[in-house]
């Protein structure tokens, strides 16, 4: 069964630093692009970034809102990708999934499916 | 960034009603773009992706349309487990942007 679920979440001070971990199973993680999406209470979804398989380099991309301040990376051996988080804002509080993107090839066009999401790990930077 | 714009932000219906949700881009996104579901307290569903495809195991009284611009999602006879959130989400480029969302409550 495919599962991903987010650790790592809690309180923190703005300006500091927080690392979430996505741990997978049933599926070999370096195969997938993994994407981030945040929701901050109450409010809608918001994509912040992305990291790519190993057959592309696992490059990745991000959200201007938190371009050089958060990185995506991953640990094969542990099937798990992390986001690490620094210089945190108010702003970035929110709930934080990682999700899956098995894309779908058409007409020589890829498109972006989320199949399967994690249940998400709340983060809240406050003083 | 590409603006996606929904509407109408909420709307009440009953059980058996045909709903229509709304999903406009900035700029021409192709047909790259995908609905998603949410229930409060749940992550978000699958639903349709490239404007117009099933997600597996999605029941078929949801349906995708559009192109370019302007894109729909039809609930075809609304039911009780419907009543939730809906996002469209442009993957045409980075970065990829979510719609505000379109609660659908019951009348």
């Known amino acids: 069964e495919v599962q991903l679920v987010e650790s790592g979440g809690g309180l923190v001070q703005p300006g500091g630093s927080l690392r979430l971990s996505c741990a997978a199973s049933g599926f070999t993680l370096s195969d997938y692009y993994i994407d981030w999406v945040r929701q901050a209470p109450g409010k809608g979804l918001e994509w912040i970034g992305r990291?790519?398989?190993?057959?592309?380099?696992?490059?990745?991309d991000y959200a201007a809102s938190v371009k050089g301040r958060f990185t995506i990376s991953r640990d094969d051996s542990e099937n798990t990708l992390y986001l690490q988080m620094n210089s945190l804002r108010t702003e970035d509080t929110a709930v934080y999934y990682c999700?899956?993107?098995?894309?779908?090839?058409?007409?020589?066009?890829?498109?972006?499916?989320?199949?399967?999401w994690g249940l998400g790990t709340l983060v809240t930077v406050s003083s | 960034a590409i603006q996606m714009t929904q509407s109408p932000s909420s709307l009440s219906a009953s059980v058996g009603d045909r709903v229509a949700i709304t999903c406009r881009a900035s700029?021409?996104?192709?047909?790259?773009l995908g609905w998603y579901q949410q229930k409060p307290g749940k992550a978000p569903k699958l639903l349709i992706y490239a404007a117009s495809n099933l997600h597996s195991g999605v029941p078929s009284r949801f349906s995708g349309s559009g192109s370019g611009t302007d894109f729909t999602l039809t609930i075809g006879s609304l039911q009780p487990e419907d009543f939730a959130t809906y996002y469209c989400l442009q993957d045409y480029t980075y970065p990829y942007t979510f719609g505000q969302g379109t609660k659908v409550e019951i009348k």
């Open positions: 990291s790519r398989n190993k057959a592309n380099g696992f490059t990745t």
């Open positions: 999700v899956r993107d098995i894309l779908y090839h058409s007409d020589g066009n890829w498109y972006c499916r989320f199949d399967y």
């Open positions: 700029q021409d996104i192709r047909n790259d």
